[in-house]
């Protein structure tokens, strides 16, 4: 027993650490943790106990139609279980889930993943001042371990961790100071040293939304204002961010004028006009796992389209659309509902936490696919598993209660 709980907290350092690192790291971590629930099962009564909850359940049932849509896909066999393969993750919830049952394992992780985070904060901030890149860093682009969504998006989930344990007074002292000083140094890098708009974006809006969940009536007010300074302040003094403007208006400028070279927006407006297309054609159950590719490059050509290849949309909805139609789309959102729902009764900060990473993983999936990325859909499951297995409201308060007849 003593050997299976330090190679799972061993587990649970490398998962945590990995997310915001290793993409190599993270693939192994997920059999470490996989391995972890075997070993600490007491029985497979308990895996059953977490396949009944509603994240599981929603995420296999997913699953589970994605590889049925074998039977009526236009992709290869090869493509579409090489497209089943990349959803490893979401197959594998009830024994993270359970795994994170355990608070040790889960403060662990979570404690690694905000290490590895500030970690690849404080580089890239070194990287950018001293003007020199490291390892995958570039002029310009200041992201040390990730490319710059993945980058900012981790940043931005911690700040948010950080910003509402911070409203709700969780640390005091120096412990306080350390918090705000980190939040205040992921602001800066997100904003002013590392571009991609997706992150910074969504960062904004989380924080928004915290001020939201904190107090509905102060909370719009400051939040409003918030929003409203950042809108008015970080184009004037941030080069990052008027960088990204200038980009998206060229970009707009030259897909109007027929061009989508080196042009991101202008690339997406056409992957989404054809994906709409195909959803158009199989409305129901769509054409099938890993079919994408083939169909997109059919549909394409007969449309005489700007973009005659893509294996994706760069929008998991339509992605998800197109190769599961409408019911595809509908699991998608129940599954961030079912996260949201499993997780109504947890404390403050964490159910805080829990809402913006699911709204920032969903609104960040209309201009990317995250939940099919080997990187941020791997994270995002790990990371709801975590917070799903937070600290509760009423288990607080029961404790209290019992803590109070006691004494």
């Not at 998962?15 to 915001?20: H, K, N, S, V």
């Not at 939201?212 to 719009?220: A, E, I, P």
């Not at 961030?336 to 936490?353: C, I, P, V």
């Not at 696919?369 to 937070?390: I, M, R, T, Y």
């Amino acid at each position: 027993m003593k050997y299976s709980y330090w190679f799972s907290l061993f587990s649970a350092v490398i998962a945590g650490l990995a997310i915001p690192m290793s993409t190599a790291a993270q693939n192994i971590s997920g059999g470490l943790l996989l391995l972890s629930a075997i070993l600490m099962l007491g029985s497979w009564r308990d895996l059953k106990e977490e396949c009944q909850k509603p994240f599981a359940i929603v995420a296999l049932s997913l699953g589970i139609l994605f590889v049925v849509s074998i039977l009526w896909t236009s992709a290869s066999s090869e493509g579409g279980w090489g497209f089943i393969l990349k959803l490893r993750a979401y197959f594998l919830i009830p024994f993270f889930l359970y795994v994170f049952s355990k608070p040790k394992l889960r403060n662990a992780f979570l404690i690694a993943f905000s290490a590895g985070v500030l970690l690849s904060v404080i580089l890239s901030c070194i990287s950018a001042w001293l003007d020199q890149p490291i390892l995958r860093a570039r002029q310009g682009d200041w992201a040390v371990f990730r490319d710059h969504i993945s980058h900012n998006l981790f940043a931005g989930f911690l700040g948010v961790g950080i910003f509402s344990a911070l409203l709700v007074k969780q640390w005091t002292g120096y412990k306080n100071i350390l918090a705000i000083i980190s939040l205040l140094l992921i602001c800066y890098n997100v904003f002013f040293v590392v571009p991609g708009r997706t992150g910074q974006i969504i960062f904004l809006m989380m924080l928004g939304m915290v001020f939201v969940f904190w107090n509905w009536r102060k909370g719009l007010l400051l939040g409003s204002v918030f929003l409203l300074s950042a809108m008015i302040i970080l184009p004037k003094y941030s080069s990052v961010i008027q960088g990204g403007i200038a980009r998206v208006q060229s970009d707009l400028a030259a897909y109007s004028q027929g061009s989508t070279e080196a042009n991101s927006v202008g690339i997406r407006l056409e992957f989404y006009k054809n994906s709409f297309a195909l959803i158009q054609e199989k409305p129901l159950l769509g054409h099938g796992v890993g079919s994408y590719e083939n169909e997109y490059q059919r549909i394409a050509k007969a449309n005489q389209s700007l973009i005659l290849e893509s294996g994706n949309p760069h929008n998991n909805y339509l992605w998800f659309g197109v190769e599961l139609g409408v019911l595809g789309i509908i699991l998608l959102l129940a599954l961030m509902g079912a996260a949201a729902w499993q997780g109504r009764h947890l404390e403050k900060m964490w159910k805080w936490s829990l809402y913006a990473l699911l709204a920032g993983m969903g609104i960040s999936s209309l201009a990317n696919s995250l939940f099919v990325d080997n990187v941020s859909g791997f994270a995002f499951v790990l990371l709801c598993c975590a917070l799903l297995n937070a600290p509760k409201e009423l288990m607080t308060a029961s404790n209290r209660t019992s803590s109070d007849a006691a004494q």
